[in-house]
């Protein structure tokens, strides 16, 4: 499936850059105020992204787009949507009093001349900034100023729609980034003979890929991709049904306190393996779970959390126990138990937020370990109403999974399900983007170490 991008129309009136310095200082001191991240705005559409990954299929940037909300009495303008898409980042992804939220993740945005000139565009931090542009708008001579501008501060720029580089010594130079398409290995070494000496090299970026095979054959290439979140990606099977060592620890621990065993036993059990005692309490003492207190051991997490919390960390650790996974559905398992979490904890009763994350990342387990759903759901036994969600989508938890799903691939079905919830777009990009946040802050915290 390609990722729907949309596609700004050419340029309005020309545009010069009198007076860009003035624009973008005073741009980063205008902020806004960060708020719930589950309370509408006005925007009325979704965010919709796909994901850069190299060639070890790590996460290193999320191309963005916006889709209007279908219904509506008039789709909005392009401006309209670009300027909605900004004021969800800025608000949810880079927030005044806390700054950039996905490290050192960048994104990639569609833009136009006009788009250049946003004061929203011009607030976040640059380093962490792709615009995505045509030639024929990085040639117009009359922004040209303020193209060099922009890339002084330190966004970057990847030149769409283009077969060769452009003869302009200048604007090759500004140039950070190429779309290379499909990542066809003539125009790839195209790009790649026209590419000026004596510059850092330019970073290809296959930007429509169908499947995985398309995906490694870009990465013989040093050429990364972008994919799709609905994308997945099978993992070949070693061992039949087995799991590693580490895994097997790990569902042990889940049964027994599933059990309601003795603390004492699930403090045995956990003692064998001081690694994996280490990573758990990690990820306890994380940002992501803001407990607020230094936790030392298990006894203490039992304490301060209880044990359903305790459960939803080990399924976690057991997500990204499989060293032979992708980092990709790693980090795909993680979002996406966090947003069916953040979707469903105000619906549902209070209690239900663990077992909300674990359906959503149970859902990507079998890819995550490589073994079927059954082999796995064997293995752990999960509440029958967790069950019933991954295997029957069906029951309490089911609309909240589906609508995760759809929003990684399939935005006109987001729209329906949200609509049957009861939810507004506005809520949903803002889970999803405390989700994207809060798998990043999970993953950094994890990979410290």
């Known amino acids: 499936m390609h990722f729907d991008f949309f596609k700004l129309p050419g340029s309005g009136p020309a545009a010069t850059g009198e007076g860009a310095a003035d624009s973008f200082a005073a741009a980063r001191d205008a902020g806004e105020q960060e708020e719930d991240p589950l309370e509408p705005s006005e925007a009325s559409g979704y965010v919709r992204y796909a994901l850069q990954l190299d060639a070890q299929k790590r996460v290193k940037g999320y191309r963005m787009a916006w889709l209007p909300a279908p219904g509506a009495e008039a789709t909005p303008d392009a401006s309209s949507q670009f300027k909605a898409l900004l004021d969800n980042i800025c608000k949810h992804l880079n927030p005044t009093r806390t700054g950039w939220r996905l490290g050192r993740l960048v994104i990639f945005l569609d833009v136009t001349v006009d788009a250049l000139f946003l004061a929203e565009l011009q607030s976040l931090p640059p380093e962490n900034v792709i615009l995505c542009m045509g030639v024929g708008d990085l040639m117009d001579a009359d922004t040209r100023s303020m193209l060099l501008f922009l890339r002084e501060q330190g966004f970057g720029f990847m030149l769409r729609d283009a077969d060769a580089l452009p003869s302009d010594p200048e604007l090759c130079e500004i140039i950070t980034h190429v779309d290379v ?269």
């Open 181 to 449: 398409g499909d990542g066809d290995p003539d125009r790839v070494a195209r790009m790649r003979c026209d590419e000026p000496p004596g510059r850092a090299p330019l970073q290809l970026i296959a930007t429509r890929i169908d499947n995985w095979q398309q995906a490694e054959s870009c990465a013989e290439r040093r050429v990364d991709v972008l994919v799709d979140g609905s994308l997945t990606h099978p993992l070949v099977k070693e061992g039949g049904d087995a799991l590693q060592p580490e895994s097997m620890l790990i569902v042990r621990l889940m049964h027994k306190i599933q059990r309601n065993e003795n603390l004492r036993a699930i403090e045995s059990a956990l003692k064998r393996d001081a690694a994996l005692t280490y990573r758990l309490l990690r990820h306890i003492n994380s940002p992501a779970i803001g407990a607020g207190v230094e936790i030392h051991s298990l006894r203490h997490a039992v304490a301060m959390l209880g044990y359903a919390p305790l459960f939803r960390w080990l399924s976690l650790l057991l997500a990204t126990s499989n060293k032979s996974s992708s980092p990709f559905m790693t980090k795909k398992a993680i979002t996406r138990g966090r947003f069916v979490e953040l979707m469903g904890q105000r619906m549902l009763p209070a209690g239900e937020a663990d077992n909300l994350f674990v359906v959503g990342m149970f859902s990507l387990i079998d890819q995550l370990l490589g073994i079927s759903m059954e082999q796995v759901l064997a293995r752990v036994q999960l509440a029958e109403s967790v069950q019933q969600a991954i295997l029957e989508r069906k029951g309490v938890y089911a609309p909240f999974l589906a609508l995760a799903e759809a929003c990684e691939g399939d935005g006109a079905q987001a729209a329906r399900l949200s609509e049957a919830l009861f939810v507004s777009s506005s809520q949903v990009n803002a889970a999803h983007l405390a989700a994207m946040v809060w798998s990043q802050e999970v993953n950094a915290h994890e990979a410290t170490g």
